[in-house]
């Protein structure tokens, strides 16, 4: 197979790890919700919480990005 | 007429040509942009601290509310003791979110979706974190490779895995710094060259995207900025709070 095939599959492969990222942003959120509504005074000190666990979690998606990009276009 | 949407993140120099022992130091539109940002972030607080008044103005109480975010935040991950490191945190907070924000206007240039750029904050705060852990617990800082509670077994192993997660904080921190920074201005790109491309009939939905996207891009900015003040506030209580 040619390098140039080779490096595209490659980086398509790498974007299955988005799988792992979209479960997880949607457990931190439903968790997030559910627990708010059962007490709303409270969620609003986790807000920051959330806000870094989603960041968190986004970075690992971003990672998957980085891994595409350097087998497109650095090897 | 669409332009490469990687063009944008080209650093080209602006100005004479200053090269030391083969070493490039010419003036950069990186350098220009960090200039500008730092100018404005000086004239933000100058401008707010010019008169002082119990009942705040308008810019002051911008000023205050920056202030207190920050100061809130350090209380609640560091605790009190932090209070010497508020200044280099409320830095750090700053000059990325600036950095970040300037990045979206048009024809402007993203500082920190330069891999170098996040790369030395992160190793400054890495190496900055290391030396005042190992300044105020001694050779007892090595003690955060062991926690507490683990069956003798199992020791070598897990001792191996922290010290791997600890060399990988530097490069986590950066990385998701330059990764979101660069993906969402290379969106925003791919997007513009579509509503150029589509012309009057079709150009309205890739518009509208483009303008959703434009408000996560400014989500995304600050929310950067401050996962990077948050996590670097993180790493300084593993340092200085060794006790708990």
């Not at chain 2, 080209?10 to 004479?16: D, K, L, N, S, T």
Request: overall charge positive; some cysteine.
């Amino acid at each position: 197979m040619e390098l140039d095939a080779a490096k595209m599959i490659g980086a398509g492969l790498a974007a299955i790890a988005l799988a792992g990222v979209g479960i997880g942003m949607g457990t931190i959120f439903g968790n997030y919700l559910s627990a708010a509504i059962r007490n709303p005074s409270a969620a609003q000190k986790q807000f920051p919480t959330l806000l870094l666990g989603f960041a968190l979690t986004e970075a690992i998606g971003l990672l998957a990005l980085v891994i595409a990009l350097l087998i497109l276009f650095a090897f | 007429m669409a332009t490469n949407p990687m063009h944008q993140f080209e650093v080209h120099r602006i100005g004479p040509s200053l090269s030391i022992n083969g070493i490039d130091l010419s003036f950069t539109n990186s350098s220009l942009f960090m200039l500008i940002s730092s100018a404005l972030i000086i004239i933000f607080f100058i401008a707010g601290t010019r008169k002082v008044n119990i009942v705040p103005g308008k810019i002051q109480l911008l000023n205050e509310l920056v202030f207190n975010f920050i100061s809130k935040m350090i209380n609640e991950t560091v605790g009190p003791n932090a209070r010497p490191y508020f200044p280099f945190i409320l830095t750090i907070f700053l000059f990325i979110l600036t950095l970040n924000m300037i990045g979206l206007l048009p024809y402007a240039f993203t500082v920190t979706s330069q891999i170098i750029i996040t790369f030395f904050l992160a190793i400054v705060i890495f190496i900055g974190v290391t030396i005042v852990g190992f300044a105020k617990n001694g050779i007892g800082f090595l003690k955060i490779f062991a926690p507490s509670g683990v069956p003798i077994f199992l020791f070598p192993i897990i001792v191996a895995i922290e010290i791997i997660s600890f060399l990988s904080r530097p490069v986590s921190l950066s990385v998701r710094l330059f990764a979101n920074m660069l993906a969402g201005h290379t969106m925003l790109k791919v997007f513009g060259g579509f509503v150029v491309s589509l012309g009057i009939i079709g150009g309205w939905l890739p518009l509208s995207f483009s303008v959703a996207l434009t408000a996560l891009e400014i989500l995304v900015a600050f929310l950067q900025a401050y996962v990077f003040a948050v996590l670097s506030c993180i790493y300084l209580n593993d340092a200085l709070n060794m006790h708990h």
